[in-house]
Nanobody, 120 residues
Framework: QVQLVESGGGLVQAGGSLRLSCAASGRTFSSYSMGWFRQAPGKEREFVSRITWSGGRTSYAEFVKGRFSLSRDSAKNTVFLQMNNLKPEDTAVYYC?????????????WGQGTQVTVSS
């Protein structure tokens, strides 16, 4: 099992920045990557970004490329999502998730979510 705790959400004006953190504990050695997803009211959860623990390879959804940056601190089992130039449409609950090496990029472990609200 992997436990995940997100932090860093809040209210920000359009054009502003926030940095989300996700601290992992438990069987973190069994995880291949960490992902960020978001869910806006009335919409389905969507992929935002992911990063591999080994090598730090990242991928991003098109709608955040050039604005969001994902990094990791392997020693602290923590990932950071730096969100710049935020837009009102970025308003959502943001969730981090962990997969396993047996099923990479299938996310079975989820945090409780952190609210990001961007005002216009």
């Amino acid at each position: 099992q992997v436990q995940l705790v997100e932090s860093g959400g809040g209210l920000v004006q359009a054009g502003g920045s926030l940095r989300l953190s996700c601290a992992a504990s438990g069987r973190t050695f069994s995880s291949y990557s960490m992902g960020w997803f978001r869910q806006a009211p009335g919409k389905e959860r969507e992929f935002v970004s992911r990063i591999t623990w080994s090598g730090g390879r990242t991928s991003y959804a098109e709608f955040v490329k050039g604005r969001f940056s994902l990094s990791r601190d392997s020693a602290k089992n923590t990932v950071f999502l730096q969100m710049n130039n935020l837009k009102p449409e970025d308003t959502a609950v943001y969730y981090c998730a962990a997969d396993s090496k047996e099923t990479p990029m299938t996310y079975n472990f989820w945090g409780q979510g952190t609210q990001v609200t961007v005002s216009s």
